[in-house]
């Protein structure tokens, strides 16, 4: 299996900054895309950002120009920037990534989430 673990979230007022951090485990044979949902009190989980393994990266509208997407592929981490942070921002951040495993009975797809990580945007 795969494990995910991210940390990096916490209380921030508006226009500070956080760097959100997911590192994945397991028996991992390799990760193509990796990215960070969220999802607000009341609100559906949405995505924030991805990358894939090559470095092609994709960001909601909502966050273009504030939050950078980045990865280390040699240490299976992915990293979230986040500048310019509005009380809007606040949510559970979930990283996620696509990834194949090592079986007993071979290789096989498994989309892995982490468990969350609260950032709260207030003053």
């Known amino acids: 299996q795969v494990q995910l673990v991210e940390s990096g979230g916490g209380l921030v007022q508006p226009g500070g900054s956080l760097r959100l951090s997911c590192a994945a485990s397991g028996s991992i044979f390799s990760i193509n895309a990796m990215g960070w949902h969220r999802q607000a009190p009341g609100k559906q989980r949405e995505l924030v950002a991805a990358?894939?393994?090559?470095?092609?990266?994709n960001y909601a509208d909502s966050v273009k120009g504030r939050f950078t997407i980045s990865r280390d592929n040699g240490n299976n981490t992915v990293y979230l920037q986040m500048n310019s942070l509005k009380p809007e921002d606040t949510a559970v951040y979930y990283c996620n990534a696509n990834t194949k495993i090592t079986t007993r009975l071979g290789i096989r797809n498994l989309d892995a989430w982490g468990q969350g990580t609260l950032v709260t945007v207030s003053s």
């Open positions: 990358i894939t393994f090559v470095g092609t990266t």
